[in-house]
């Protein structure tokens, strides 16, 4: 399998104040300095013997005692280099080390400064602060093109923090699409937008861990001055949706409520073929969203609650409603309507879920950054 690291990349050194190191490090010592990537953070790289490097870092973080509980890019570590970062990922794991692998790259640049594609190098870092990087000739990866936040691993999800640029992988959105994420600051300029968004954040913090979805949702109407509420329900919920339009009615608020059958409007009317029904033979009444969605809005409503509506429905219902809406219940027949319970399970007891291209390996990074096997010569 060869070494474990080929040798020594650099020594990262975290500072307070960039001028007086810059006079220490480049004045006194004489380092020479080299080129250092945008970083958010301030530093200057500087050249050590051979191909060593010597990172200086400022941050007014102090730095942790012992093994921090996640590596972050602002504290002291020395890296080595490596050939192969899945590799030495895989046997530092194998060896009962616990490693903490991501992506450390500077801020994409803006699309009117993308050229041509650029290659980024791979990180592995463990807690306590050891670094392997992959080398140019081991296939580093290449620049994310879209989102990849499933991917993001628990020790980093530095979007937590406000630490995107400085610790977020390739695939995180800061890096991959900052103009998108500034069209929608400019979104909340709006000032309806700002206040819905303000409603929820407060929402969250009170009722964090202690209000139902529920208690949360009158909550969130009574601070954006609603009075009208609409429930659009399954036609098999119609007993939950009474109970959900009394508490409703409780706090204060005018309430209608539409089933999902309501006009009884054959599947036929679809074009469905009555093979293709879940009672051939008999009327089946299609599930009627827009209808929905039109009788809520004619009703004045400003929020619909969606209570058990199909996949496909809820869409056309959420496309067609007038008013803001939230769902208080996904439905799933199967799992009494608790759907995270197949992907909670999905190793066990619902690996049917997964479909014929499931890998024996669950891969670590999204599917633009994953190396594939090369084309067969023509």
């Not at 060869?2 to 040798?7: I, K, P």
């Not at 609409?230 to 608020?253: K, N, P, Q, W, Y």
């Not at 009555?274 to 969605?293: F, T, V």
């Amino acid at each position: 399998m060869g070494e474990l690291h080929g040798r020594y990349h650099h020594v990262s050194v975290c500072v307070s104040d960039l001028d007086r190191a810059r006079a220490f490090y480049g004045g006194r010592l004489e380092l020479k300095e080299i080129p250092r990537p945008a970083f958010k953070f301030p530093g200057v790289w500087y050249a050590l013997d051979g191909d060593i490097a010597l990172h200086i870092m400022v941050t007014q973080r102090p730095a942790p005692h012992g093994a921090p509980e996640r590596f972050d890019l602002v504290h002291p570590h020395f890296a080595l280099w490596t050939d192969d970062a899945d590799q030495t990922f895989e046997r530092l794991h194998a060896a009962g080390l616990q490693v903490h692998d991501f992506v450390s790259t500077p801020p994409r640049p803006p699309p009117a400064l993308r050229g041509r594609p650029r290659r980024q190098p791979r990180g592995v870092h463990r807690p306590h602060p050891i670094t392997a990087h992959r080398a140019p000739g081991g296939g580093p990866l290449m620049d994310y093109e879209t989102p990849g936040c499933a991917y993001c691993p628990p020790t980093v999800r530095a979007c937590r923090q406000g630490e995107s640029e400085e610790r977020g992988p390739g695939f995180c959105p800061s890096k991959v699409d900052g103009e998108g994420i500034a069209r929608a600051d400019t979104a909340y300029r709006d000032p309806l937008t700002l206040r819905i968004a303000r409603a929820a954040a407060l929402v969250e913090s009170e009722g964090y861990c202690r209000w139902t979805r529920v208690e949360e949702i009158c909550a969130f109407a009574k601070k954006l001055g609603f009075t009208r509420i609409g429930i659009a329900t399954c036609i098999s919920m119609v007993d939950l949706a009474r109970t959900l339009s009394g508490i409703l009615e409780s706090h204060g608020f005018e309430v209608a409520s539409v089933a999902c059958k309501n006009g009884g409007v054959p599947k036929e009317e679809l074009g469905l073929r009555d093979e293709e029904k879940i009672r051939p033979g008999q009327h089946e009444s299609m599930c009627n969203p827009i209808s929905q969605a039109e009788l809520l809005n004619r009703a004045g409503s400003q929020l619909n609650i969606v209570l058990g509506l199909c996949v496909g429905h809820d869409s056309l219902f959420f496309r067609a409603s007038e008013g803001l809406a939230t769902t208080l219940v996904a439905k799933d027949r199967v799992l009494a309507h608790n759907p995270v319970g197949a992907l909670q399970l999905a190793d066990s007891y619902f690996q049917r879920v997964w479909g014929p291209e499931r890998p024996a390996t669950p891969p670590r990074l999204p599917a633009e950054g994953r190396e594939r096997p090369a084309s067969p010569p023509a």
